[in-house]
């Protein structure tokens, strides 16, 4: 979600492009793969799991920081 709504309100959601996300643990590459976790949370993907963008800044877990996202291309690109 871009925007946060209140019961019977439309809400804005990215797609595709550069967005926020909270991290769930460090992610300590530029471009590598992201996934999302069950609890909503940011990570390094795994291999041979989903990736829903690359990391576009550096985190530590429990920061705030910029992903690339792809969710059209979702279950199309696994993580090396």
């Given at each position: 979600l871009k925007s946060k709504g209140k019961t019977g309100e439309g809400v804005r959601v990215a797609v595709e492009g550069v967005i926020k996300c909270w991290a769930g643990a460090a992610v300590s590459s530029l471009g590598y793969p992201v996934t999302v976790t069950a609890s909503g949370f940011v990570v390094a993907a795994t291999s041979g799991g989903y990736a829903i963008?690359?990391?576009f800044t550096l985190a530590n877990s429990g920061d705030?920081?910029?992903v690339f996202a792809n969710?059209?291309?979702l279950g199309?690109?696994?993580a090396a």
């Open positions: 963008g690359k990391a705030l920081f910029a969710f059209a291309a199309t690109s696994q």
